[in-house]
């Protein structure tokens, strides 16, 4: 079982940063698939990025802007997001294949101009 635990949104001004953390209870090392979604109001959830243990990949809207790391040692999956934008304002999640699909209770993250 793992249960996850997103921290770092908050309120930013257009053009800013914020740094989305995803904390694992259980052991992650394993897990092959680690990703970052977001879910707008109105919209559906979509993904951000993901990585896996050899490559990272990037929704075409935050390529160049956001970068996604994990640190298996401290069993912790990041989100470094840069120049921020109006259109990132939305509810961020982790979600981590573990042997089964886990996900986070989701971080507000707010831009604002």
């Known amino acids: 079982q793992v249960r996850l635990v997103e921290s770092g949104g908050g309120l930013v001004q257009a053009g800013g940063s914020l740094r989305l953390s995803c904390a694992a209870s259980?052991?992650?090392?394993?897990?092959?698939?680690m990703s970052w979604y977001r879910q707008a109001p109105g919209k559906q959830r979509e993904l951000v990025a993901a990585?896996?243990?050899?490559?990272?990949n990037y929704a075409d809207s935050v390529k160049g802007r956001f970068t996604i790391s994990r640190d298996n040692a401290k069993n912790t999956l990041y989100l470094q997001m840069n120049s921020l934008k109006l259109e990132d304002t939305a509810v961020y999640y982790c979600?981590?294949?573990?042997?089964?699909?886990?996900w986070g209770q989701g971080t507000q993250v707010t831009v604002s101009s």
């Open positions: 990585i896996t243990k050899s490559s990272t």
């Open positions: 979600m981590v294949v573990a042997g089964s699909v886990y």
């Open positions: 259980g052991s992650i090392f394993s897990s092959n698939v």
